[in-house]
């Protein structure tokens, strides 16, 4: 763990990106790389830690918008962070009646390109604009670590064809 610390931390010292200025080129739709599932197909395989967000988006119908070409940056929320809810949160959203609202949050949780960890400064913040069309808050800490609306990232950079996926602890409510 210590080596990968170091790798992270100069790769943002020496190729600093800040979000804030990636080109139109940066979100145009990339070549697949060979071998990685989508993210649709990627959410399925994690392990169970993230299987009601995978019910979530097969529920809205969003597992195949996620198979597209992208890129998409995916903040998936874990089952813990599901649980944090209010009892009977998840269960009510997942009825077909409410599936505008269960799109709308998870929407809230893609952004359009590919982000990854090392596209960040230390002590840098951005603003993002989710595929629900609101702006979503990401910070980086003096220690690297990363919240995005408050909910940490504590799992990051997860390579997929069609972009990247962070697991965050908590579910953002748009």
Do not use: W
């Not at 609101?134 to 670590?145: I, K, M, T």
Request: with cysteine; proline share 10%.
């Amino acid at each position: 763990m210590p080596i990968l610390r170091s790798v992270r931390h100069f790769a943002r010292r020496c190729l600093p990106v800040a979000v804030a200025v990636l080109t139109p080129l940066a979100l145009a739709p990339t070549a697949r790389p060979q071998g990685l599932n989508t993210i649709a197909v990627e959410l399925e395989t994690l392990p169970s830690s993230y299987s009601t967000l995978a019910t979530a988006l097969r529920a809205a119908g969003l597992n195949t918008a996620l198979a597209g070409p992208g890129p998409f940056t995916v903040f998936a929320p874990s089952d813990v962070a599901f649980r944090k809810l209010p009892p009977g949160t998840v269960e009510t959203l997942l009825q077909p009646a409410n599936r505008d609202q269960l799109t709308r949050i998870l929407t809230y949780h893609v952004v359009p390109g590919r982000i990854t960890s090392f596209d960040l400064r230390p002590g840098q913040s951005a603003t993002l604009t989710t595929l629900a069309g609101l702006p979503l808050r990401v910070q980086v800490g003096a220690d690297g670590s990363i919240r995005v609306n408050g909910a940490n990232v504590n799992l990051a950079d997860i390579p997929v064809a069609n972009g990247v996926i962070h697991g965050i602890d908590g579910v953002l409510l748009p």
